[in-house]
């Protein structure tokens, strides 16, 4: 049997990862600085993370829903203190798509309502309403296009607050600094104002943190540096090292009911381990702190290079933006150089995603190569 057609591949097979390298089928080593789209977030093969994926495999994989996991409860747990957040609660799945469509569902629950508002150059995933309320036609079937989602821009206060005076918007759903997009950030004020108003008309604000969070920008969540606190946080990718998991952070002013939500495998026992072993990795090891480190030498790093004409994002969530459309860069890097970055909606972006215990040495290796492609 053929496989279903839908991705371009590169010609690169990985077989073995380790820290921020992985190694094709041939032994070559790639550094990647791109995490599988922001997924390594402890970097490959992690010795505390495969040894306690190993035991608990050897305990009890998986059972349903239907029985105490209390796997969940240190997971939830752990994840309050390392994100140092008070007075929410968490419902456990599988993906970023699936985080956000149970966050969408719930706020439609909770507040009876239908309607959506959603930002230029937003992705949120490809299951229905997700994708319904991602900034990409091309990506939307009939049966996605009829809910009922309303897009704005970056910043436009007035269209949101004009949008959630008709009282039909059961959310509003952002990325504090966009992914896909292109690194886009708005200001503080906006999303302090975006948060009062969704108190005011009774929506719900849902932080889509499924790229963002758990520590990638250096902050655990990215919306933390802006003051505000959302009523629905969204998360997945760095949670689970690369083991399938995703999940909701649901305000305590959202009541939870029987029935409301439910997965078969979302929370089983082999995620919640790989789960808790990020959690333990990204504390013992501080990596929030080297995230924000490299982030200063990659700022300084950025100044000296002149065709970059923009270092966009925060942490280790970086773009860097280029006065030339950078897909040709980006083939060099990885074909000649070893070297695995991302591209965005943006075409003129190069996307930065790394493990969150990258090294300085492996950022001066990047930009060694970067520069002396740009001066050929
Ligand atoms: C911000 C954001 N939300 C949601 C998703 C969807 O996540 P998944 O591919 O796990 O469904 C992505 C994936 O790139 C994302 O970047």
Do not use: W
Request: charged share 25%.
């Amino acid at each position: 049997m053929k496989l279903f057609d839908v991705y371009p591949l590169y010609d690169i097979t990985p077989v073995k990862g380790k820290g921020a390298f992985v190694y094709d089928d041939k032994g070559t080593a790639y550094l990647d600085l791109y995490g599988g789209h922001a997924v390594i977030s402890i970097g490959h093969a992690h010795s505390h993370y495969v040894e306690k994926l190993r035991s608990q495999l050897q305990d009890l994989g998986f059972y349903s829903n239907s029985i105490k996991n209390p796997l969940q409860e240190e997971l939830a747990e752990k994840l309050e203190n390392a994100a140092d957040i008070k007075d929410y609660s968490l419902f456990l799945c599988n993906s970023g798509a699936e985080a956000n469509e149970n966050a969408l569902k719930l706020a439609s629950f909770h507040t009876g309502k239908s309607d959506v508002i959603y930002f230029d150059k937003a992705f949120h995933g490809r299951t229905s309403a997700a994708v319904a309320v991602t900034d990409n036609e091309g990506i939307k079937a009939p049966l996605n296009q009829l809910h009922k989602v309303t897009k704005l821009a970056f910043e436009d206060i007035a269209g949101l607050e004009s949008e959630l005076k008709k009282g039909e918007t059961a959310a509003v759903i952002l990325e504090v600094i966009q992914g896909v997009g292109g690194l886009d950030e708005a200001s503080t004020s906006f999303y302090q104002k975006t948060a009062e108003l969704c108190e005011k008309y009774g929506a719900v604000l849902i932080a889509d943190e499924v790229q963002s969070g758990y520590g990638r920008t250096g902050d655990f969540f990215a919306y933390q540096k802006h003051g505000i606190r959302p009523g629905i946080i969204s998360i997945a990718k760095g949670m689970g090292n690369g083991f399938p998991i995703g999940g909701i952070l649901i305000d305590s002013s959202i009541p939870a009911k029987h029935g409301m939500l439910g997965t078969t495998f979302g929370g089983n026992h082999l995620a919640c381990a790989a789960g808790i072993a990020v959690l333990e990795v990204l504390e013992n090891e501080e990596l929030l702190k080297n995230a924000k480190q490299l982030f200063e030498f990659v700022q300084e790093e950025v100044k000296r290079i002149p065709q970059i004409k923009q270092l966009k994002g925060r942490g280790l969530m970086l773009g860097l933006e280029f006065d030339f459309e950078i897909a040709a860069l980006r083939k060099t890097l990885l074909f000649e150089h070893h070297i695995f970055t991302g591209a965005s909606s943006n075409k003129k972006l190069l996307r930065i995603l790394p493990p969150l215990n990258i090294e300085k040495k492996h950022f001066e290796m990047f930009f060694e190569a970067l520069k002396a492609e740009l001066n050929k």
